[in-house]
């Protein structure tokens, strides 16, 4: 194979994998120090708060990602208020922009034009995630696990 069949074979390969639908996969994410995101006490109902947590693998730090949309327990999706320091929620999905997301090459989760962003750069078990001005510090990045 030429160098550039080689490199059609992986790029082609590498928007296949981009393209499956992740909605089927659970997926926990990951921020600082290497706590969880977490669905406060696994409620389903609106206005429950996303705080930080130990990774467990529980079912309120389980996700999915679909067309923009990052949902958890309950089906509820991870919504946002409007302006920096606002609160992290779930929510009935509803296709607004408050729960369109995108995961960015930084490692910054963002929506409405702020980053999530984990409270005070703490660690501890409950600390709020609320949506920031974006600064790349580590308090905004975050992986799938």
Known sequence: ???SKTLIAKVTYTLVILSLPLAANAF???GLGGKCLDVNGGQTHNGTPVTMWDCHG???QQWHIENGRITGIGG?????SY???SPVQVWDCNNTPPQQWT???DGSLRAMGKCLDVFNF???NGTPVQM??????QNQKWRFW
């Open 1 to 3: 194979m030429t160098v």
């Open 28 to 30: 926990q994410i990951i």
């Open 58 to 60: 529980g079912s309120n």
């Open 76 to 80: 509820l999706c991870l919504d946002v």
């Open 83 to 85: 302006g920096h320091g």
């Open 103 to 105: 995961y960015n090459i």
């Open 122 to 124: 703490s660690t501890l």
């Open 132 to 137: 920031s001005n974006c600064t790349n510090n």
